[in-house]
């Protein structure tokens, strides 16, 4: 899909009334289900890091951030709907996410992502990240997931 001039593009804190539109983009992004209520626990664990991206007012993606330690952030969900994927949305979130934890003093970012989702690695990668271990069976159907890691 390719996006119109007049199209708007924006990030934005999320808000409460936004977290059942980002749980449908998870379901349908991601292998694990998420639940409302899971998702409002992670909106509140850090809420300046739960971003959320609209185009024209609509959310099509969207990124949670959580702390790890005082100076290390986790990526803990980012997802942009199919049909808007491979338009700057994910690169975008990502950015906003490094400037937020920049502010916050945190040196390095953290995340799991399967070890299956090429698509995702691939993306990590070109932002710097490297992949420092494999977690056996770290997903509800016993996959594998690989800790990646880059220091900002
Ligand atoms: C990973 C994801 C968030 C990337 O979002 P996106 O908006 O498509 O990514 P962008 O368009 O910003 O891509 C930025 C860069 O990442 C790389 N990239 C993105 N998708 C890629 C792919 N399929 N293959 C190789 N590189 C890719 C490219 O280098 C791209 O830069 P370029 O366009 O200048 O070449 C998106 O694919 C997604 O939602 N996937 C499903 C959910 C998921 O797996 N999330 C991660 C779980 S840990």
Same mark, same amino acid.
């Given at each position: ?7 708007? /593009? $924006?990030?934005?804190?999320? =808000? ?6 980002? +749980? !449908?983009?998870?379901?349908?992004? %991601? ?34 951030? /959580? $702390?790890?330690?005082?100076? =290390? ?6 997802? +942009? !709907?199919?049909?808007?994927?491979? %338009? ?65």
């Amino acid at each position: 899909m390719a996006l119109k001039s007049e199209d708007i /593009g $924006k990030i934005r804190n999320a =808000e409460i009334s936004d977290i059942e539109r980002v +749980v !449908e983009i998870a379901n349908s992004s %991601l292998t694990e289900y998420y639940t409302t209520n899971l998702m409002m626990d992670l909106y509140h664990s850090w809420r300046d890091a739960f971003m959320v991206y609209t185009l024209n007012d609509r959310i099509i993606g969207f990124i949670a951030g /959580g $702390k790890f330690s005082r100076t =290390e952030a986790r990526i803990l969900l980012l997802a +942009v !709907e199919e049909k808007f994927r491979h %338009l700057g949305i994910g690169k975008a979130l990502m950015n906003d996410f490094i400037d937020l934890c920049r502010m916050h003093n945190i040196m390095s970012i953290r995340l799991e992502v399967r070890t299956d989702n090429t698509e995702a690695i691939h993306f990590y990668q070109k932002y710097g990240f490297s992949t420092i271990s494999t977690i056996r069976a770290y997903y509800s159907d016993s996959s594998d997931a690989y800790l990646m890691w880059k220091l900002i």
